[in-house]
Nanobody, 123 residues
Framework: QVQLVETGGGLVQAGGSLRLSCAAS????????MAWFRQAPGKEREFVAAISWRGGNPSVLDSLRGRFTMSRGKTKNTVTLQMNSLKPEDTAIYYC????????????????WGQGTQVTVSS
């Protein structure tokens, strides 16, 4: 069973930045496709960004492109999400997810999930 641990959430003022990190417990063997999703109160969990186990450029939700950047960490099966120019509507719980399959925006494709980290953006 792979465990994912997210860190880096918190409270920030609008216009500020936060950097989230996620590490998978399986950092020795398989390489996972990894993704970030978020869920705001009363809303469904939505795709934010993903990166394939093959490497290459991450996919970022169109509406977030330019403000959010996903990248792989130096340690295998770690990823970061750099969030700039944050807005109150970015307030949500941010989840890290992983799969041995290809990366996708479809949340049901991911087999492993972290507990989530709260991001709150004040106006």
């Amino acid at each position: 069973q792979v465990q994912l641990v997210e860190t880096g959430g918190g409270l920030v003022q609008a216009g500020g930045s936060l950097r989230l990190s996620c590490a998978a417990s399986d950092h020795k063997y398989s390489t996972y496709s990894m993704a970030w999703f978020r869920q705001a109160p009363g809303k469904e969990r939505e795709f934010v960004a993903a990166i394939s186990w093959r490497g290459g450029n991450p996919s970022v939700l169109d509406s977030l492109r330019g403000r959010f950047t996903m990248s792989r960490g130096k340690t295998k099966n770690t990823v970061t999400l750099q969030m700039n120019s944050l807005k109150p509507e970015d307030t949500a719980i941010y989840y890290c997810a992983a799969t041995l399959a290809e990366s996708t925006w479809y949340r049901q494709s991911y087999d492993y999930w972290g507990q989530g980290t709260q991001v709150t953006v004040s106006s």
